[in-house]
């Protein structure tokens, strides 16, 4: 039985603040089931859910070297669904409200990347991969390859990067080199980790890992380009023959139309009439006319540019002069909440949004609307298109990164297809693909035929396991 350590910032169900946290909760447990001894370790956050953080084994505590100090570090344990997760616990640079964003980030995750290698020793259990993911992790592999794998146990051990968002490179001064890892400056000097004359924790990852990994195929090829590849295309080229794409699934026991108790009604394939139900409920509840003949757009998301907001924007007007409703869910920048505050009073008939985070009204969403809007500029892997075809929702997006993977646009002629696509970064041609949908809105066997389509799309945890099984087993 291969033994895979996930190292990660987060992880569903005791801390998250984005996608990476729900890959860190369903992907070990997943891997479990096809006999891969998968633990994951994260730091101990201060807000760590109550109902888990009391119910944490201590199992001992030691110290780890940050640069010249001796920092305290405590492990605690959790057995959750099967899978062993541990929590690195030091005070000083995890009791704190947020996760990232702080000024000595760099110092933090240092010695969270060290101590993921030293708690090894201290519990006696070495795994054959350390799986890394995002700049937090991304000097483990680094640590790795030029300190512990001339240290017993830790020989055979080899790493693989995921990279979650190519956007975030963890840059700092490269002081940090002596001050934080008791190196000299030769790793910059010679390039495996200046970026933009700072030290970069992701170009590590990139850099001394076995393998790296990201979680789409789309995506794999993209961030290869200038346009995607955030100034790092190049050295991504170099590393093609070890950069894969695996596509992320989702929680089919939380995200489920026949059990979700958050819907008005479960519903499932030989059901389908039951969804509207979950849709006359939605507009009732959000205060909108309860009317089935208007097409329900719903976006659950970030209101950020990198979600394709300015797209919307540029259209939301036009859009809103058809028989439609919009219903907006989620919290980003202060332009983007007060434009749809500002539809919302224009359009009182047409327009609910809703600027909080509420996963109750999220699950609603997902069941009660027709539509799911998703242009993201560019987009990784993407959850709200995977959610949505789960619950007989179609996708509208741009074919980017895993949008493009999961999404396959409607073929008039032969019925396939479980969503709508356009492929250019333009409000005009999303407005067109909107209006092509609506259009087929109005025409219910073919988007009984859509909703029957996105239902028995497959987008679980199991093929995404075994594509990582098999990754991990190239590497043993």
């Given at each position: 039985m291969s033994k895979v350590l996930f190292a990660a910032a987060e992880a569903h169900p005791f801390i998250k603040t984005g996608g990476l946290g729900d890959v860190m909760g369903a992907l070990p447990q997943e891997l479990k089931k096809i006999g891969v001894d998968?633990?994951?370790?994260?730091?101990?956050?201060?807000?760590?859910?109550?109902?888990?953080?009391?119910?944490?084994?201590?199992?001992?505590?030691?110290?780890?070297?940050?640069?010249?100090?001796?920092?305290?570090?405590?492990?605690?344990?959790?057995?959750?669904?099967?899978?062993?997760?541990?929590?690195?616990?030091?005070?000083?640079?995890?009791?704190?409200?947020?996760?990232?964003?702080?000024?000595?980030?760099?110092?933090?995750?240092?010695?969270?990347?060290?101590?993921?290698?030293?708690?090894?020793?201290?519990?006696?259990?070495?795994?054959?991969?350390?799986?890394?993911?995002?700049?937090?992790?991304?000097?483990?592999?680094?640590?790795?390859?030029?300190?512990?794998?001339?240290?017993?146990?830790?020989?055979q051990i080899k790493t693989v990067f995921s990279i979650h968002n190519l956007l975030f490179q963890g840059t700092f001064d490269k002081e940090i080199l002596p001050e934080l890892f008791g190196y000299d400056y030769e790793p910059y000097d010679n390039?495996?980790?200046?970026?933009?004359?700072?030290?970069?924790?992701?170009?590590?990852?990139?850099?001394?890992?076995?393998?790296?990994?990201?979680?789409?195929?789309?995506?794999?090829?993209?961030?290869?380009?200038?346009?995607?590849?955030?100034?790092?295309?190049?050295?991504?080229?170099?590393?093609?023959?070890?950069?894969?794409?695996?596509?992320?699934?989702?929680?089919?026991?939380?995200?489920?139309?026949?059990?979700?108790k958050n819907i008005f009604r479960n519903y499932n394939i030989d059901s389908i009439d039951n969804k509207k139900i979950n849709k006359l409920e939605l507009q009732k509840r959000l205060g909108l006319p309860v009317r089935e003949d208007s097409a329900v757009i719903g976006i659950v998301s970030r209101l950020t540019n990198q979600k394709g907001f300015d797209l919307i924007v540029n259209i939301g007007d036009r859009l809103l002069q058809h028989n439609i409703q919009l219903v907006v869910l989620g919290t980003g920048d202060r332009g983007y909440e007060e434009h749809f505050k500002g539809l919302q009073y224009r359009y009182p008939d047409k327009v609910s949004a809703n600027i909080t985070f509420n996963d109750e009204l999220a699950h609603k969403i997902y069941a009660g609307a027709d539509m799911f809007l998703m242009p993201s500029l560019f987009e990784p892997c993407g959850l709200g298109q995977l959610i949505a075809l789960r619950y007989g929702t179609i996708p509208i997006v741009r074919e980017t990164g895993g949008l493009k993977d999961t999404v396959n646009p409607f073929n008039k002629y032969t019925g396939e297809g479980n969503g709508f696509s356009f492929r250019n970064y333009n409000a005009n041609e999303m407005f067109t693909i909107i209006e092509s949908a609506i259009g087929y809105f109005h025409n219910k066997s073919i988007w009984n035929g859509l909703i029957r389509n996105a239902l028995l799309s497959d987008n679980s945890w199991q093929k995404s396991a075994q594509d990582y099984k098999n990754l991990y087993e190239a590497l043993i």
């Open positions: 998968a633990r994951v370790v994260i730091p101990k956050h201060k807000n760590i859910k109550p109902n888990f953080k009391e119910k944490l084994y201590f199992i001992k505590w030691f110290t780890v070297k940050v640069g010249w100090r001796n920092e305290y570090c405590g492990v605690f344990s959790y057995n959750h669904e099967g899978v062993e997760y541990y929590f690195i616990d030091n005070e000083k640079y995890f009791n704190r409200d947020g996760l990232y964003g702080y000024y000595d980030d760099g110092e933090r995750y240092a010695f969270f990347d060290r101590a993921v290698l030293e708690f090894l020793r201290e519990i006696d259990w070495y795994p054959d991969i350390i799986h890394c993911n995002d700049w937090q992790t991304g000097m483990v592999p680094v640590l790795q390859k030029l300190e512990y794998k001339y240290q017993h146990n830790y020989s390039g495996s980790l200046e970026l933009f004359g700072g030290v970069s924790f992701l170009k590590g990852g990139i850099n001394y890992a076995d393998r790296i990994s990201t979680v789409s195929y789309t995506y794999a090829n993209e961030i290869q380009t200038p346009m995607y590849g955030e100034k790092l295309d190049g050295l991504l080229r170099s590393k093609n023959n070890i950069l894969s794409g695996i596509v992320n699934g989702i929680d089919y026991d939380i995200y489920n139309s026949e059990t979700d």
